[in-house]
């Protein structure tokens, strides 16, 4: 399948990932991350429900705060 991750093309084996899948294969491990996909936030209690497929947009924000 092939997904949009970021404005970039990103192409993977499989037909779906849930949000928590997606999120593990990419190594996006920081604590504060905001999801959407096709422009829906996504809550983080589901990501285990919420899955992704062929042709989404899919955003993962890094959410940083420093001084």
């Known amino acids: 399948m092939k997904i949009t991750l970021n404005n970039s093309e990103v192409s993977m084996a499989g037909e779906s990932f849930s949000v928590r899948e997606l999120l593990a294969l990419m190594k996006f491990t920081f604590p504060l991350i905001v999801v959407k996909i096709n422009g ?8 285990e429900r919420v899955f992704v497929g062929d042709g989404d947009n899919v955003e993962a924000i890094h959410l940083i705060s420093g001084g």
């Open 40 to 47: 829906r936030l996504i809550r983080k209690e589901d990501y």
